[in-house]
């Protein structure tokens, strides 16, 4: 997001508010790399994000006359974001595995974390399977614990649980796959 | 956890918000599409213009009207020629039969016209009974005979006649825009069964307006004049029913609720009525989420229900302003205008979510009255049937306008209807 001071934010939401679409094209300008960041986290693909994000924004449009300004903003966008990735991710009707499996630990990872884009980070979570891939963000991106992604996504705590370790153990394998040779040479 | 996977951890949480994804146009010439569909733009003007057109209309036409159409009630009466039946045997009623038929059927206005200012003699009842529309216009011009003529009027009628107790003051001056037969010091009687009326407009002049009803029938005919144009006010109760189609925006109607209502009128004139009273009311509505406005703070997620149904008890305390447009006989029609007040004693909403909020509320209600001053514009009009007797019976079709939000939802709700009632004059 662009560096705008409350005053100006608070002109452009109030601008949305009536539904003024150069406010809501500014905003929107304003907020996207910011949103994209989140919805492309949880989405397959580029276009599947995009279109989380513009839900999201529909949603703040419509609901605007309920957001009380006298509270920051963007802690009720990203909510609203998030809540837009967890219903177009139950659409799928995504099946989580409820088995808990120790994961190994590895320890050599993170000289050649620096080394990876976030792109390639972006791919990496994309890589995980929809039902790890949620609760990965939900749990690590998001700070929401095993309770409250349980109640989110509807699935019991230890199933939450079972699918954060496989979701660490797959990133971990995926990584290995990137960078096999540096992981290599850094195990040996 | 291990530090490993702190680290992995860690570092996935810092890469994955190390952000700079590059603006799409696109992306938002996607959204923009649907918002031109979902939100569209609205000039402010234009747009309550549209949604609102018929009231200004309505509140124009109002004063329009006033000048527009001519007043037909009965304090512009000046004379009311009014043909009896009497009783078997009347040889009063059979002795003029075939002057007042006459009399009737070929009143050339220039020829009535020619006759004002000619002046009857007033001095026997016979002479007054044997009238003509030359002594009508002659009577019009002094009270003393008038008077003279009533009491002359009254010892020819029958004995069951409701005007038997007539005295030399009472003189009988027109009907009322209820339909009874008004007299000079301000009583009412009803209209006779069975008779008709032949009214003039006062004054008389070329342009006179007949009204007669069934000139066959007459049997007799019975003058009656006025000199006294001033108008006494009067009250009205009614009680009456009707549907009420509630919504949030005009187009979200899901089912009628009902309105029954109590109301008082006072006449201020024979075509102004200021009209009040209570309606219960048991209205169901819906609104979109964005026409919803619940409390701050309420919604879990902030975004709010989709879709809330409402189904509300209150009380609708009315003041409107009543003008009679048109009255003909016993026909009137109407238009009303005013503000109410509501009071609401009961709210349940329930809420719907187009997508899942875990743990977001379904239901919202209280019993607490809570009230809503002078929120709602009333807009109505209708028609009257003058009854026999004092009572009358209407049907006003309706619209309710919001000025203010009401309920906890803090709706604009828009009130469409039609109320049947039953009016009785109480009092004088």
Not at chain 1, 148 to 156: K, Q, R, V
Not at chain 2, 219 to 247: A, C, M, Q, V
Request: glycine share 6%; net charge negative; proline share 5%.
């Amino acid at each position: 997001m662009e560096n705008h001071s409350p005053d100006v934010l608070t002109s452009l939401l109030k601008g949305c508010l009536k539904n003024d679409r150069k406010c809501q094209r500014e905003l929107y300008r304003n907020l996207y790399s910011y949103g994209m960041s989140i919805c492309l986290r949880y989405a397959d693909h580029r276009d599947e994000a995009a279109e989380t994000l513009n839900e999201a924004f529909m949603k703040v449009f419509k609901n605007l006359g309920k957001f009380d300004f006298t509270r920051p903003f963007k802690p009720w966008f990203r909510k609203i974001l998030i809540n837009a990735c967890i219903n177009n991710f139950k659409k799928k009707n995504i099946r989580f595995t409820e088995d808990v499996e120790v994961v190994a630990n590895n320890s050599d990872t993170e000289s050649i974390l620096s080394k990876i884009a976030y792109n390639e980070i972006l791919e990496m979570i994309r890589k995980l399977s929809p039902a790890y891939r949620a609760v990965f963000n939900l749990y690590f991106m998001e700070g929401y614990k095993h309770e409250e992604i349980a109640e989110i996504l509807g699935i019991s705590v230890g199933t939450s649980k079972s699918n954060l370790a496989k979701a660490r153990k797959n990133l971990q394998e995926i990584l290995k796959l990137y960078f096999k040779e540096d992981y290599e040479r850094i195990r040996e | 956890m291990s530090e490993s996977e702190n680290n992995l951890d860690g570092f996935f949480r810092r890469r994955a918000q190390q952000t700079n994804v590059e603006f799409n146009e696109d992306d938002w010439l996607h959204l923009e599409a649907r918002l031109n569909k979902e939100m569209p733009l609205k000039p402010a003007f234009w747009f309550w213009l549209r949604k609102y057109w018929f009231v200004p209309v309505l509140l124009s036409l109002i004063p329009a009207l006033w000048f527009v159409i001519p007043d037909t009630t009965s304090n512009n009466a000046g004379i009311i020629i009014n043909p009896i039946e009497l009783s078997p045997g009347n040889q009063v009623g059979s002795q003029f039969q075939d002057e007042v038929n006459s009399g009737f059927k070929t009143p050339a206005a220039s020829e009535v016209n020619e006759k004002v200012g000619n002046s009857a003699s007033p001095d026997s009842d016979k002479q007054i009974l044997q009238t003509d529309l030359n002594n009508v216009v002659d009577l019009n011009e002094q009270t003393e005979k008038a008077s003279v003529q009533v009491n002359t009027i009254e010892t020819k009628l029958p004995a069951s006649h409701n005007l038997s107790n007539l005295d030399s003051e009472k003189v009988i001056f027109g009907i009322n825009d209820k339909g009874y037969v008004v007299l000079g010091n301000g009583d009412e009687v009803p209209r006779l069964s069975g008779t008709s009326y032949l009214h003039f407009l006062s004054p008389i002049t070329p342009n006179i307006d007949f009204l007669l009803d069934t000139p066959e029938s007459l049997s007799l005919l019975d003058i009656e004049t006025s000199f006294n144009k001033r108008f006494h006010g009067y009250f009205t109760l009614g009680i009456g029913y009707g549907p009420d189609f509630s919504t949030v925006g005009l187009d979200n109607f899901i089912a009628p609720g009902a309105r029954w209502k109590l109301d008082l009128g006072y006449a201020l004139s024979p075509r102004f009525q200021l009209m009040t009273g209570v309606v219960l009311v048991n209205n169901k509505y819906k609104a979109s989420g964005d026409e919803y406005h619940a409390p701050k703070g309420y919604w879990q997620y902030d975004a709010g229900a989709d879709e809330a149904y409402g189904e509300c008890k209150m009380i609708d305390i009315p003041l409107n302003l009543r003008f009679n447009v048109i009255t003909v006989g016993r026909h009137k029609a109407f238009v009303s205008s005013g503000l109410s007040t509501y009071i609401i004693t009961k709210e349940d909403y329930y809420f719907d979510y187009y997508e899942d909020y875990p743990g977001s509320p379904d239901y919202w209600g209280t019993d607490n009255a809570s009230v809503y001053p002078f929120s709602i514009i009333n807009v109505s009009m209708g028609y009257e049937y003058i009854l026999k007797g004092r009572g009358s019976i209407q049907v006003e079709p309706f619209i309710k306008l919001p000025i203010n939000g009401v309920g906890w939802g803090n709706v604009d709700l828009n009130t469409l209807g039609i109320y049947f009632s039953y009016q009785y004059r109480i009092w004088p």
